[in-house]
């Protein structure tokens, strides 16, 4: 059974730093993209950051230059540094994984919470 556990998150303050983790387990086949997402209330869950199995990179325009997506296959886990945190990168994120097989993983979600 595919499992993703994100961790990382927390209470920072503006302009503070913090680097989530999403650790992968069981076997995933064929993996095609890996990706943060966001879920802030009264919001759509929104793409934050993605890495395809090229290792090319995607981002959001809110969060360019401010965050970096990156992953170690060896340890089956995806990171996303966050630096100069802003309150409007408040929310939940949510770690994905979508497969050449249609196949999409979720994580079970992550507080992040930045105070002004």
């Known amino acids: 059974q595919v499992q993703l556990v994100e961790s990382g998150g927390g209470l920072v303050q503006a302009g503070g730093s913090l680097r989530l983790s999403c650790a992968a387990s069981?076997?995933?086949?064929?993996?095609?993209?890996m990706g943060w997402y966001r879920q802030a209330p009264g919001k759509q869950r929104e793409l934050v950051a993605g890495?395809?199995?090229?290792?090319?990179?995607n981002y959001a325009e809110s969060v360019k230059g401010r965050f970096t997506i990156s992953r170690d296959n060896t340890k089956r886990t995806l990171y996303l540094q966050m630096n100069s945190l802003k309150p409007e990168d408040t929310a939940v994120y949510y770690c994905?994984?979508?497969?050449?097989?249609?196949?999409?993983?979720w994580g079970q979600g992550t507080q992040v919470t930045v105070s002004s």
């Open positions: 069981g076997n995933i086949v064929s993996i095609a993209f």
């Open positions: 994905n994984v979508d497969t050449a097989y249609s196949r999409a993983y």
């Open positions: 890495i395809a199995s090229g290792g090319r990179t």
